[in-house]
């Protein structure tokens, strides 16, 4: 179930449209031209800034880390079961640091992007204390 949190309503573009609401006439190519709409509409909540995790820029609301961007796709902290349902359902790998499996992260790659927006939203709620 995704959080109540919304993220602002820069994000009523569809993701599989091909198309950014900050750009003219160029096509989506990369998880990062994914990821910049979704990280600039969360800044838009003065609860959430930028910080440093795994050597990444990290959106962190109330200085708690909840999204950042991989090389292998969009990593989030979200509840357990979310976590779980999602590596289950094979829509996310768990994220490993060195040999520690974290529990309450996952990594979303760009091919499951048409749900990066509601799992952003689901985790800044999650980490933020509203989910």
Known sequence: MLSS??????LTWNPGSGNLPCSEDRQMTTAEDLYTPLAAAC???PRVTK?????AEALRVDGKSFAYLSETGLV????????D??????RGTALTVGTRVMKEW???PPSESDHWQGLMAEAMGFVGGAG
Not at 5 to 10: D, V
């Open 5 to 10: 949190i919304k993220i602002p309503a820069l």
């Open 51 to 55: 910080g440093r995790m795994l050597k």
């Open 43 to 45: 800044l838009m909540d």
């Open 85 to 90: 349902r999602l590596i289950a359902e094979a």
């Open 76 to 83: 989030l902290k979200l509840p357990k079961a979310t976590v």
């Open 106 to 108: 996952v990594v979303v």
